[in-house]
């Protein structure tokens, strides 16, 4: 009963956070000239002519492909990366200065030298969207590993389990909580990356899209890019990772 | 079978265990005693091999060691079940076989019904009865007990040593003991050794236990 109201509570504020947003942005559009803030209505007509002349799905598709190609390659380097990291002391030493750069050099030049060497299209896109996400991935993933409880680590020796076993009945299942929370970062990394490597280095995808309407000043569907891009790091986030994490994590309803 | 000849361990410059010597045949059981800090914990990890003797040389059966920690050291994300499985199946039994092995067991110990709990829906006491159940599972040459009994309550405790006692009676199993408390020793235990201050040890003679721990008590208050 008091959980099923806490989350009524919450579900709630979450309203009020989105209600704000809404209003504040309704409030802009009547303050400032359309050139600058299309309103929520004309952006949402805007998005049902992207919609209904197909453009929309066409580049939404584009820019989905180029993400989940780009975050499963950087989030599986920087999770197996990460995990000999953890457990290799001299691994995590010589990866330290890679990962320092890695984490260092802004996207926009990782995008611009990408496009310089591929030239445009997916594959510059993607191979930005993987050097961005994986130093992200890596450092979560190092500090899951060494977040690990010790004395599970000494029972599994102690019991003899080998190295396979230990990995997976210990080092894996102790570091799923880090490994989700960094994927979901590297997402949000990601959809910031893929938007702007479509500016610099594409001629397709949303970022081409807004990046087109924006030298155009179609601020309206400027807007409609930024819904479809919520949208679909909406469904990303709800419709896949949280459903991973609580299928992951559902022994620790046991602890609640 | 133990064997400790003369051996000595440190941590830094911390001379924890010196020239500490004693032989354990098949089915023994030795209870350690001694108050904290003076190396109770350190014997039973160099009987494991996690650690080596900077000194001296520990020879330990062949076959599997099954340790009892302080704290239940389960798996959290696995159930009861799973928790005595996985050690059955990392001394190489097959999975349907090890989970047919781990429910006996988990009967064994008093906790059928409970095999699909995970460890966080168990009490300290029932965890307990799981690292006990994983402890012997797996059919130790070698059973390990490091104070497994000091986070539970008195009567609980007290019915986790009978049961103890059932299951080692008359075993081939080499136990040893460790305990801040001679009377748990004196229970369960074939021999008892103590380590002492200056990191050495000391085999109490046993054949009068009443007057053992009469003269223990005596020590404890003197120092008191």
């Given at each position: 009963m008091a959980s099923t109201s806490h989350r009524l509570n919450r579900v709630i504020w979450i309203l009020a956070g989105v209600a704000a947003i809404l209003i504040g942005w309704q409030l802009l559009s009547l303050f400032l000239p359309p050139v600058y803030v299309a309103s929520p209505a004309a952006s949402l007509r805007a998005l049902g002519r992207l919609a209904w002349g197909s453009t929309l799905w066409i580049q939404v598709l584009i820019t989905l492909k180029r993400l989940v190609v780009g975050l499963a390659v950087g989030a599986a380097g920087g999770w197996a990366l990460g995990i000999a990291s953890g457990l290799y002391a001299r691994v995590r030493a010589f990866l330290e200065p890679i990962r320092w750069v890695g984490m260092t050099i802004p996207v926009v030049i990782v995008a611009g030298l990408a496009a310089l060497w591929f030239g445009l299209g997916d594959f510059t896109v993607m191979v930005v969207v993987g050097l961005i996400v994986l130093p992200t991935m890596f450092v979560n993933t190092v500090e899951g590993i060494r977040a690990i409880d010790r004395d599970l680590v000494e029972m599994g020796r102690v019991f003899r389990f080998s190295r396979r076993l230990l990995l997976r009945e210990v080092y894996l299942p102790g570091i799923a909580s880090p490994s989700i929370a960094g994927l979901t970062l590297a997402t949000g990394i990601g959809i910031r990356a893929v938007v702007l490597a479509e500016v610099l280095?594409?001629?397709?995808?949303i970022g081409h899209a807004f990046s087109r309407a924006s030298s155009w000043l179609e601020t309206d569907v400027m807007f409609a890019w930024i819904i479809a891009l919520l949208a679909l790091m909406a469904l990303i986030e709800f419709g896949v990772l949280r459903p991973v994490r609580r299928r992951a994590l559902r022994w620790r309803k046991a602890e609640q | 079978m133990i064997v400790f000849e003369h051996v000595s361990k440190s941590f830094d410059s911390l001379?924890?265990?010196?020239?500490v010597s004693f032989r354990l045949a098949s089915g023994d059981i030795l209870g350690v005693v001694g108050?904290?800090?003076?190396g109770k914990t350190t014997l039973l990890r160099l009987i494991t091999g996690i650690i080596a003797p900077d000194e001296g040389s520990v020879q330990v059966a062949q076959g599997a060691v099954g340790y009892v920690f302080q704290?239940?050291?389960?798996?959290?994300?696995?159930t009861a079940l799973d928790n005595v499985a996985v050690a059955l199946r990392a001394q190489g039994m097959e999975k349907d076989g090890a989970r047919v092995k781990a429910a006996e067991w988990l009967g064994r110990v008093?906790?059928?019904?409970?095999?699909?709990?995970h460890p966080a829906e168990l009490s300290g006491g029932m965890a307990q009865r799981v690292a006990v159940a994983r402890a012997l599972a797996i059919e130790p040459a070698v059973l390990l007990m490091d104070e497994?009994?000091?986070?539970?309550?008195i009567d609980l405790k007290s019915s986790l040593m009978v049961m103890l006692q059932g299951l080692l009676a008359g075993g081939k199993t080499t136990a040893v003991y460790v305990t801040h408390d001679l009377t748990e020793a004196l229970r369960l235990a074939d021999r008892v050794i103590e380590l002492q201050a200056d990191r050495t040890v000391r085999e109490l003679d046993l054949s009068d236990r009443a007057a053992v721990a009469r003269d223990w008590f005596a020590r404890a208050s003197a120092q008191e």
């Open positions: 280095g594409a001629a397709s995808g | 001379k924890v265990l010196n020239d108050p904290s800090g003076v704290e239940p050291r389960l798996l959290p994300w696995r008093g906790l059928a019904g409970f095999e699909h709990y497994p009994f000091v986070n539970v309550d």
